[in-house]
C-alpha cells in the first residue's frame, strides 16, 4: 500500500505515478462544500454578534475574582 504525502498545511502531495486528473464534478463539489462552509461560518458569526449580551460573563468574572482572593 502507498503512504499518502501531505505538505505542512495540509495539502496531498501529488505523486509521479497519480496523472489521473479530477473531473469537473468533483472540483464542482470542492468549490460547492467550500461555499457552503464559508456560509455557516459568517453565519454563525453575525448571529453571534447579532444577540451577544455583554452582560452574560459578569457573573463569572466575580466567581473568578472570589477564586483568586480564595489561592492568592
Known amino acids: 500500500?502507498?503512504?499518502?504525502?501531505?505538505?505542512?498545511?495540509?495539502?496531498?502531495?501529488?505523486?509521479?505515478?497519480?496523472?489521473?486528473?479530477?473531473s469537473r464534478a468533483s472540483r464542482i463539489l470542492v468549490r460547492v462544500g467550500t461555499g457552503l462552509f464559508w456560509s455557516l461560518v459568517a453565519g454563525i458569526v453575525l448571529a453571534r454578534a447579532a444577540f451577544f449580551e455583554p452582560?452574560?460573563?459578569?457573573?463569572?468574572?466575580?466567581?473568578?475574582?472570589?477564586?483568586?482572593?480564595l489561592i492568592f
Open 55 to 69: 452582560g452574560v460573563y459578569d457573573g463569572f468574572s466575580r466567581v473568578a475574582s472570589l477564586a483568586k482572593g
Open 1 to 22: 500500500m502507498e503512504r499518502t504525502g501531505f505538505e505542512p498545511f495540509g495539502e496531498e502531495l501529488v505523486s509521479a505515478t497519480d496523472t489521473q486528473p479530477r
